[in-house]
């Protein structure tokens, strides 16, 4: 195995849920870890981390958190990371609607009765301007609203130089086929994982109010697309690899509901349980 650290820059709403099946099948248990933000901003992960001992930091090879560019500082071994992105509009509406449903979340009780205009336009919450370029570029001091140009340059530098891969959320199949032949990874299978089903589409103004909101991500994502697309057209016999996967996915999915889908819903439900008493 190579002696580096794969680190999952989990960016929240983008099918990071599903993919963490896929990347902690790779590594043991012993050499996994999760950093937490615990009801705090992401950013506030750099520190934790740079707080644990060493032998805790050098322990793993798997990396995975809702963090920012910037954890590879305090790993004392090569590490490359790996991320999901999502398109931009979509993302923070899902964003919204994640916070106002769930208790514990740090801004659950100021967003209750807030609509989406209403959430964007207060500045509570910075994933609501700009988020993945945010996490990619390392940023953590920029007020709302004050996002420039030089920070996605600095997120697409950071790709070119530090991320062996780049998924996109709505090309899952395809970025996890690519995932697998970058590190060699025999078994990328998955079940989705934390899809919330049943709200309502968005309107089109509440599109149009995020995508004036995120400008960089929409750059952002678009290059991320452009490279996925030129890694796949790169690959060959991708089409016959994405076609075996697709099957194989397919017959994976009633054990994959049995063994992780169940005990996830049955956690879940019984989580607030837990914290009641």
Known sequence: MSDETVI??????????????VLKRQFPSS?????????????????????LPEAERLR????????????????????????????PVRLAISQYRYVLRTPGHRHHDQAQGMSLEEYVESGLALEMDNSQT?????????????CTPEMLETAKRNIAQHFAWVGVTERFDESVVLLGRTFDWRDVRYVSANVHRGAAPPTDAELELVW??????????AHACRLLGDRIAAEPGFADAL????HANAR???????????????KRRLAPQVARR
Not at 73 to 84: A, F, I, K, L, Q
Not at 252 to 264: D, E, H, K, Q, V
Request: glycine share 8%; with cysteine.
């Open 212 to 221: 004036n909101a995120n400008p960089l991500d929409l750059d952002l994502y």
């Open 252 to 266: 994976y999915g009633r054990w994959g509901r049995l063994t992780y889908t169940i005990p996830s819903m049955i």
């Open 134 to 146: 945010r996490a990619i570029a390392g940023d953590v001091g920029t007020p709302y609203r004050e």
């Open 31 to 51: 050499q996994t870890i999760t950093v937490r933000a615990r009801r705090r901003p992401r950013e506030e992960t750099l520190a934790d981390f740079a707080r």
């Open 8 to 21: 999952f820059l989990h960016i929240g709403k983008t099918a990071g849920s599903t993919m963490r099946q």
């Open 243 to 246: 076609a075996d996967f697709e």
């Open 60 to 87: 793993p090879r798997l990396i995975m958190g809702h963090t920012v560019f910037g954890l590879h500082e305090h790993v004392p071994r090569p590490c490359r990371y790996v991320t999901m992105v999502r398109d």
